[in-house]
């Protein structure tokens, strides 16, 4: 028979107590019998609860609150799901007795959100800091650690900007209360975070805080947790600079401290990043021997076994031994699962994946995977091998689309499209080597602006259910506030610190306020929340069904290596395989130069024709019998293709490919499809506004934008303004009215944010971004409407993307400094075509045609003129009364002559009254 529990005594005394009616308080007792015996753990929580199942027994709630976090204290991080469960009955008793305001109750919150991010339920982290956040709203030290834990938070979602926000707030409640211990801690965690996002434009941005936490190492100790994750983390971060003696300097340093600390798994983590840094170096021998370090020193750790096979498998898959190399990939990915290992031709389900707390890491071992067997396909030669990789891409593909949607902020999502645009072309080359360009083209789709797809289907989601217009209202003014806000920390870059860190702060606020916001819409608008989430890539065989004889379409993908095209036509699509991606960048980068530049001499003109010539063999590389001629063209182009006119393109030494067919662009073919969804009417045609003359002397004056605006009137019955008039305000108010608008100024490029001028101020692409618009066309008669900075995945962010963003079903832009003469002459037959009943993209030709034929054997009839204007989007007619003002006159006539008539009747009435009647 087992001992009695040692306490049980006692609950003799305190039945007797009871009986005798006398109210014992709780805390006293349970202190008393805790002091009296040694009791485990165990035997306090048993203790506490019995306590609890006792009637009459007096409850002093605070002291209730200080037994349970006792308990947590000691449990701590041993058992999370107890120490969990205690800080959640904290919370329970505050909330019913309503003392949040209680030292012990404000800790436990704290605390509970660090348990729950330990134990991996970080959407459950993220709601309980935000609750602390709005329940103690008074700046103290101790938000700066809330903040900290949200960033660390964010951080491990993938939402690495949202991160970064709440560091730099940390930081700054930091540097508020002179708490150089916490600024220490959120410098290192922010630099955690940059280094996981690194790219190049990251590099100036770590270096800045590896200078300031060498300076706080001078008055503040750095516990042995920093200093390893700062060795760790710059460790990696030169390891990406390709500074590889540095990187490995810092590895060592980091073993060395985990070493002296006797902390085996922080030894394993730096073993592995050495053996890494030796593999990429060809140093086979000694990253083995890491390796084999690390297998002594891990036995049960899931995270550190993922990272040690994926690491082996790179290591076999340069022995070329790819079975084995398989076999460890799926091992990291079924340790970072943490299920049990899987026959390395089978995946995992995506259920198991879709709720893991590691998607990151699963992500890059399911691509590495997939390489994988691309790599074994090489060695073999069996298509079986290529299956399996196109069905690890596929699940890789569906985990971005996950990780795509948690990520809230615009920024992270654009690293997500830049990861997944390292994967999408090589998914594409292995449907090519299968001969399967349908799914190939799924995966062309998904390379191309998805957040402009996402934005588009979100405004037509707020569209169909119908949102009030006060709603709709409030988010503009949200996002308005959030980009001014952010365009003036760019404009302050180079002034004191303190006017940017007043500018986050704000910026923040109104982040968090509009994240918020969407959160309540999502809730009290569940048909808006529906509508939103349905981002659907538009299927091969709709988009075909849409195409008629003479249409077909060129989507383009250019990957790190190679590069494809796609054909489509109503009854066939056709995948061919580019020149590698170095010589193909080098051929556009010199088409680009000769056609970006007027022909001056023979030499400029020989240096065009011969780019123009092999380029469009290499863009459109297709059978002859696949004939171009007198068809109309969409193309679809990726990458640097984005940056060049297919128009000026030479099919043989003397004609353009304009000549011979018609041509539109767009950003993707999904995209397309979502704006014909916009079918809003709008009852006014023209609107032109042409500052001519500006406010900014940097700006000269516009000479022919006059000219322009009087022959536009002889084809539209149109509103234009010009000078003072053309001013931000008046274009922010008539914006969104109208089915054409014309907008002739200047425009460029600054710190790689497009602009646009107005006679009083600029108008930048992120504030296009919270305007909204019906339009059916949109003209850009500016410079560089069209250029911007490349977003690898996403596209070109430029001025006539944000105008698609907003809304316009079709931009006309530029793709460089355009001449103003030739751009005028050009877009007035356009507009002439237009009237004409003609679609958009043979309005262009034909206006481009007939400049040619206008400037026949002269300068002016080089591409340099003429091919810089390209119409992207929809392209079917406007409907447009033939110049209105015409019917007016001809109205006017008509109702004179009627009144002329009238009169006429009546006096000739009245006279035929005043003559004598005659009889016969």
Known sequence: MKNPKPYIFSFFLFFFCLMQAQQIELSDYFHHEVEKKELSQHQKEQLLDSLLQQNRIKIDTLQLIKIYRSFVLDIGFSNLQKSIHYAEQIEKIASLSQKFAHEDVQKNHRNWMILLYKDQQFYQAIQVGETYLQRYPEKNKYLGIVYRQLGNTYSDLGDFQKAIANYDKSLYISKLFNNDKDLLRTYICKLETLVDLYDESNSKKILEIEAKLKELKETENLSYTNEFALSLNLGVFYDYRKEYETAISEYKKAYELSKKNNDTLDMAGSLLNLSSIHKNNGNIQESKAYIQEVSKLIDDDYELNAVMANNLADIYQLENNHQQALIQYQKAITQALKIETLDYQTLPNFEAIEFSPNKLDILGYLIDKANGWIAYHEAENNDTYLQYALETFTLADKLIDVIYVESREDLSKLFWRKKSATF????????????????????????????????????????????????????????????????????????????????????????????????????????????????????????????????????????????????????????????????????????????????????????????????????????????????????????????????????????????????????????????????????????????????????????TSSEELKKLANIFDANHFQHEKANKAQFTSAYGNYKIIHLSTHGGIDNTVPWMAFYDEKLTLDELYFTKNQADLVVLSACKTSDGELKKGEGVMSLARGFFNAGAKSVVSSLWDINEKASTEIIQEFYKNIVAGNTKSEALQKAKIAYLQNHKNTSEASPYYWSALTLTGDETPIKIPKNSYVYYILGGILLSGIIVFIRFRKKYKKRTEQTPKTYE
């Open 424 to 703: 999408y072309p090589k998914a594409v080359e292995v449907c090519y080597r299968l001969q399967q360009p349908e799914k190939a083209f799924f995966f062309m789709e998904k390379n191309k602006a998805m957040l402009l797809l996402e934005n588009m289907t979100d405004a037509t989601a707020k569209r169909l259910s119908k949102l009030p217009e006060n709603v709709l209202i409030r988010e503009q003014n949200l996002i308005k506030e959030i980009k001014t806000l952010e365009s003036e920390i760019q404009a302050t870059s180079n002034t004191k610190s303190a006017a940017i860190t007043t500018l986050k702060n704000k910026v923040f606020n109104r982040k968090n306020e509009y994240s918020a916001f969407i959160d309540s819409l999502e809730i009290n608008y569940p048909k808006y929340y529906t509508y939103k989430k349905n981002i659907n890539i538009v299927a091969l065989s709709d988009v075909q069904k849409q195409l008629q004889k003479d249409e077909l379409i060129l989507q383009y993908i250019v990957g790190k290596e190679n590069g494809f095209v796609a054909l489509i036509t109503a009854d066939n699509i056709q995948l061919q395989q580019l020149p590698q991606t170095e010589i193909l960048h080098n051929r556009i980068e010199t088409y680009k130069k000769a056609v970006s530049k007027p022909q001056v001499n023979t030499s400029d003109k020989k240096e065009y024709e011969k780019s123009a010539w092999q380029l469009y063999q290499q863009l459109i590389p297709f059978a002859k019998e696949t004939t171009i001629e007198n068809k109309k063209i969409t193309i679809i182009p990726d990458g640097m293709l984005q940056y060049i006119p297919f128009e000026a393109l030479l099919i043989d030494s003397k004609k353009y490919l304009i000549e011979k067919a018609q041509i539109q662009y767009n950003y993707s073919l999904s995209s397309a499809a979502q704006s014909q969804q916009n079918n809003t009417k709008i009852s006014k045609n023209f609107i032109a506004i042409a500052p001519t003359t500006f406010k900014n002397e940097q700006f000269y004056t516009l000479e």
